[in-house]
């Protein structure tokens, strides 16, 4: 084992990594007891490393990336070994987080699986070809959370995989236009000929009827899957119930700013202020205090 200093200078890289990533996330992830925030700080910057290294390096070759993919699997399966090798960083944190809360490795395998479809996989044909790229890149981060949370009712599994595609669909909704510019273009090929509209009416920003139906179609569905996510949070302990609900408050914010905006997702970035954030964060902090001292 690694000695205590070590552990928790690790636990700190991940943290400030988390920080630096997502302030947002970081601030919603500290009021969590202290194992369980260590926890998902570890787990969220293992996700960071993984699509990072996809989404900035498209100046690298392919082969160089899928390299780098195949060692950081490599260590995710050793990092629970201390004595194998030397560790650092990240992959004892990670390590010292899969040793206290023992999780199917395949949650994190999905993860960096849904970033390598990211290298391969530029379109989707239809829907169903869709949710299987959300579930590996999204709904498994939320299974691995629940596990750290030690949700064990079985119904949690669906409703975290729901919860995980509905923000997986909000970013793309969102994101485009720079998804393009990185060569890539999520929404599904057959309902884009359904509602008699392309990938390029889409990209040209034009407020047409067709599209904004498409894209209203597309907001409809996320909701739903908000609506079945929803269903996850009473089946988390008190606790640690606010760290999602924050996920899902503020996600459900961009989504509901991308429809008031009209879809139009092309000519003006979808951002939340500061003030909203704070305005969706405070009602949940608050209640997690209110349960801490009254327990």
């Known amino acids: 084992m690694y000695p205590t200093t070590e552990i928790n200078n690790s636990y700190n890289f991940v943290a400030k990594l988390t920080k630096s990533a997502s302030s947002n996330f970081y601030y919603a992830f500290k009021i969590l007891p202290r194992e369980k925030r260590n926890a998902i700080y570890s787990g969220y910057a293992f996700c960071r490393l993984v699509d990072d290294l996809v989404d900035k390096n498209n100046n690298l070759p392919k082969k160089n990336i899928e390299s780098q993919l195949f060692d950081i699997e490599n260590k ?40 390598r479809m990211d290298l391969n996989k530029k379109k989707y044909k239809n829907f169903y070809q869709l949710t299987e790229y959300c579930k590996k890149v999204a709904s498994s981060t939320g299974l691995a959370m629940i596990e750290v949370f030690g949700v064990k009712d079985l119904k949690a599994h669906k409703y975290a995989t729901d919860l995980g595609i509905a923000l997986q ?43 904004r139906k498409f894209m209203e179609f597309q907001a409809k569905r996320v909701r739903d899957y908000f609506i079945s996510g929803e269903r996850l949070l009473p089946l988390i302990n008190n606790k640690y119930r606010f760290c999602p609900e924050i996920m899902k408050n503020i996600y459900f914010e961009i ?7 009209n879809f139009d997702v092309i000519n003006k970035k979808i951002r939340l202020s500061k003030t909203q954030k704070i305005k969706i964060m405070f009602p949940s902090i608050i209640k997690s205090f209110y349960i801490g001292l009254f327990r």
């Open 76 to 115: 995710l399966n050793d990092c629970i070994e201390p004595k194998k090798y030397k560790h650092n960083g990240l992959w004892i944190a990670l390590g010292e987080t899969l040793r206290k809360h023992p999780q199917n490795l395949r949650h994190l395998k999905d993860v960096i699986d849904g970033c």
């Open 169 to 211: 669909l909000t970013n793309i909704l969102r994101d485009i236009k720079e998804d393009y510019k990185m060569g890539r273009f999520y929404l599904p090929e057959d309902e884009l000929r359904n509602f008699n509209t392309s990938e390029n009416e889409i990209l040209s920003g034009e407020k047409k009827e067709n599209v």
């Open 255 to 261: 989504l509901t700013e991308i429809e008031k905006n």
